[in-house]
Every structure is written in structure tokens, then in C-alpha cells.
């Protein structure tokens, strides 16, 4: 095929069409339209495919710059700041391993791992990294990418003492990998860089627990760096979990394939570790709650976290303790629909606090929690209102009320009920395997292949149709939950260590028929490339019938 000597560009900053020769780079293009952007810009988007600047062009089509307002454009800015950390980390610890481990908000907790043990920095040794990133990036190095066999690659991992890549990739079907170079630096990222050093200007670090605090922009706010209010609970179920995987050896994407490709046995057997876990986790629950004097446990937790599975081995558990709870529903406390809160675009807002009739529903608890008996409402979806069943419960001494929603850590939901008699639980699937050292699996990442798997067997949603609700989805959960979830009693995990290698099986080829022509193109790419690192667990049947996992791939001993 002969190659085309120019390609045609439509820049959607001015609607204008450009000639430019092939082969020719956006980066010098992205200068000219900065003064359209108030943040830097750090890729683009061709179609809908991403493209680092610094990529000769070998096609044309819709170029949209991405800049920090942008999630991608966080993103591709939280890795080019990584580089720059690990760049000064390795002059003065050539012999320690940088560990990024779990977000907070919007800072990323770090730990540097010398022999495996967290390295404790003074406030000295934070100064002198954080100088001399700054120095890294006023001298404006370009990130360099370069494509190597899998051999020439190892040789670099051997020389910068870096085996958890050499793991990593062994598993891969690829014969090349694409490494990045910056100064005399080499490093490998899941994901695309920033065309140089020059635009990583905000950051901050700071000291905590055994490693320190990665402070990154926030998307409201690109250009300041605020240090993340604390977040003590979550921290520490992030932390807690951490060091069990490091107990059960299962740190990386590259151990949990060593494990798979040792067959079946070894993986049931990890299957079984991890389910005992989240047991004897919601077995404490439960006997916490019974040492708690409370009546009324609140469930809430952020979309695909499996609060529902979740819920349901928690009532099991408080049986055992000798508790015959009642679960009430939110749903049914929703106001008539011509009363339902709006949103900006003017549709119902049924996440909205407003949309449940609060005045019944405290009314209600007060009375249950007095003895007194109460007859419970049913909300019809199809009239859009308020039903009266006829069934009138009263609680017994033993019998506590179980309410799950997404406002459940909220106090304005239960305001008529005294904190003491409530108890509180934040269920999230806080993800803390990693695909190696620098590239972390994120939270957002778990819950998303899990819904995306739960809306096409169970709601006939397509992969697309998810991708496009999700971001409507992720900005109800920073109103409605995680403002509140250090408001929680306790805190449930409900990640599965070896989940990925599952839901690849079952995501791979919903992701695959999102088509390019569609904006979701770019995110399904980005979660196809993620899976392509797993071996898949393909033998289904020794995922016990409990587990949450089977709450989004079928066939779960529980009715929902």
C-alpha cells in the first residue's frame, strides 16, 4: 500500500482542517491551540483513539486535545509524575523498589520497599526527593518510548535490578515491549506519557504511615495541589489488606499467574483462602454489631461493590449470633414520582436524598425501634407511587432492622434515630493487587468490569451502554457516598484477589463489540489492554456459590 504524503486533521478546539505531512507529530500542533485550554496539554484523542504527542502520525481524523480536565489526561499526568518520582528515588536508593500501592482522594499512598520492608523516610529525605523532582522537571526531559524484544527488554529489567517486570511479561503472548526512556532513566507504564517533564509542575509528598503520600490534582481543580483531608479507616483496610497479600504471596498480576499456570489445584486452593477471609471478615462484623447495642445497621457503599451479596451472608451471620433481622427497603420509601428531584439536565434524580420520603420513613424507625407496630409502604414502579401492602410488623427484642442504599452513612437519613443505636458499614471493592510495583489496579477499574458483566447477563445492557452511563454513575458516588464513608462503623473489602482472571473471561467479549466509532472506544481499549495481562481462570465451578464474585458472573446460592 502506497503511503499518504499528507493526512487531513479536524481540530475540534477551532472546527478547522488541517494538511500536514505524514509522519508529522501533534506535539508541536498542541502548542498552537494551549491558549483554547487552562490546563496543559498531555495527549490526544484521534477519533477515538488516543495518541501520545510525541507519535508520528500515520493517519488522519478528529484530533480532540486532552488536557487535565479530562479523567484521561489525570491519568496520563498521575504516570509522567510517577517516572519523575521513581527517576529521583532511584539516584538515592539505587537498590530499593518504589511500591505504589492504593489511592486516597486524590493522592496516591507510596511505600519504598528495600529486601521487601517499607523504608521509613524523615521529613529530610521527603524535602530532597521532592527538590529533586522539581529539578527533573524544570530541565523539561522528553519521555522517549521505544519498542524492544522481549530479550533486549529483560536485559534492561536485569540491569536496573527490576524482576517484577521480567514475571510480568513472561506471561504475555507479545513478542516486543514498549519501554520508556527519560534522561538515562528506563521504566515501563501501563498506559500513555506525557510528551516531556516540563508539564508535571504540581505535586506535593507527604509522610504517611510507613511510606508517603503522592498528592496529584483533582479534576475540579487541575492547577492546585490540596493535601486530601484523612481518611484514617479506609487507609487502614487498604493497609490491612496489603499485608495479606503479601502473606499469601500474591502481589502482582505476575504471581497470581504463577499460581494460575500451576493449575487447578493451586488455584481452588487460593479461592478457598479468599473466601475463608471475606467469612471470618463478615463473621467479626457481625459479632461487633452484637456487641454494639445498636438496632439499626446501615448498609451503603459505591456502584458493583457487592453490598447485596454482601448483605445477604451478613444476615446469616447475624443468625448465628442469634439475631432475626428485618431488612427494609429504600426503594419503598421513595417519594411520588412528580415530587422526584431533578437533575441539571432535568431528569428524575432518584439518587438524590430528596427522592425518599424521610419524614415516613424516620417516623417509621422511631416507632419500630419503640415496639410500636408499623405498616410497611410499597412503591410501584409503574404508577410512579406510594401503595399500602397491609403488612404491619413490630420488631422483637431480638431483631434488628437492616437497611441497605447509597445513603446509608448519611446521618440525614436516620436523623430521628440516635447514632448509638446505629451501626454503620462501607462495602467497596478496595483493589490492592498490582500489575507490577509502579502500575496499580484501580478500585474503579474492579467495580467497572463487574457491572459491566452484571448489566449485560442480568439487565441486557451492552458493554457500550455501561461505559456510557458509568460517568453519571461515578458522580453519584462522589455526592451521595464517598463524602461519608469515614462515617462508617466498619469497613467491609469486598475485592477477590484472583477476580480479574475471572472476569476476563466473561469481559473480554462484551469490550470487544464496542465499536470504534463510538466515544466508549477509548475506555473499552484501555480495559481490554489491562486484561490482556491476566491468564485466565477458566474452570468456573470451584467459586463457591456464596462468593460475591457470583453475584456479577451467575449462579449464586442467593435469590436478589
Known sequence: MRRLKEILLKILDTNEELRVPAGEKLLEYAKRYWKYHDTPIVAARLDNTIVELTRPLERGGTVEFIDLRC?????????????????????????????????????????????????????????????????????????????????????????????????????????????????????????????????????????????FLLVLPDQ?????????KPLVKLSSVFYEYARW??????????DLNEIISRGEREVAELMIINEALHEKKISQIAEQFANSGARLILIAGPSSSGKTTFAKRLLVQLRVHGFKPLVISLDDYFVDRELTPRDEEGNYDFESLE?????????????????????????????????????????????????????????KLTSSVDRSMKFKIYVSALTQLNLDPHNRITTTDTRLLRRIIRDYKFRGHSATDTLKMWPSVRKGEEKHIF????????????????????????????????????????????LMKLLDYFLPITNLEDIPRTSILREFIGRSAFKY
Open 355 to 411: 427522592a425518599i420520603d424521610l419524614k415516613l420513613f424516620n417516623e417509621h424507625l422511631s416507632m419500630l425501634i419503640e415496639g410500636r407496630e408499623v405498616e410497611l409502604p410499597k412503591f410501584d414502579f409503574k404508577l410512579g407511587r406510594r401503595i399500602w401492602s397491609g403488612q404491619k410488623i413490630k420488631l422483637e427484642r431480638n431483631q434488628p432492622i437492616v437497611i441497605e442504599g447509597i445513603h446509608g452513612l448519611n446521618e
Open 220 to 228: 475540579k481543580d487541575p492547577l492546585t495541589v490540596s493535601r486530601p
Open 245 to 254: 497479600l503479601d502473606v499469601i504471596g500474591v502481589r502482582t498480576v505476575a
Open 483 to 526: 463524602p461519608f464513608q469515614e462515617e462508617a462503623d466498619v469497613m467491609f473489602n469486598s475485592a477477590i484477589v484472583y477476580e480479574w482472571a475471572v472476569l476476563k473471561i466473561f469481559a473480554e467479549q462484551l469490550l470487544v463489540q464496542v465499536s470504534p466509532e463510538e466515544r466508549e472506544y477509548t475506555e473499552a481499549l484501555r
Open 71 to 211: 479523567l484521561d489526561g489525570l491519568r496520563i499526568y498521575q504516570r509522567g509524575v510517577l517516572f519523575v518520582l521513581n527517576m529521583a528515588l532511584k539516584e538515592r536508593y539505587p537498590n530499593c523498589e518504589l511500591w505504589v500501592l492504593h489511592s486516597l482522594d486524590n493522592a496516591l499512598y507510596c511505600e519504598l520497599r528495600c529486601g521487601g520492608i517499607p523504608h521509613p523516610f524523615s521529613e529530610e529525605e521527603i524535602q530532597w526527593i521532592k527538590a529533586r523532582m522539581n529539578q527533573i522537571v524544570a530541565h523539561d526531559l522528553i519521555f522517549e518510548k521505544g519498542e524492544y524484544y522481549k530479550d533486549e527488554a529483560f536485559k534492561i529489567f536485569i540491569q536496573h535490578n527490576d524482576r517484577d517486570r521480567i514475571k510480568l511479561f513472561r506471561f504475555r503472548k507479545k513478542k516486543t515491549i514498549k519501554l520508556y526512556k527519560c534522561g538515562d532513566h528506563y521504566d515501563y507504564y501501563y498506559g500513555y506519557m506525557p510528551p516531556s517533564t516540563g508539564v508535571l509542575k504540581w505535586f506535593d509528598l507527604v509522610k504517611e504511615n510507613e511510606g
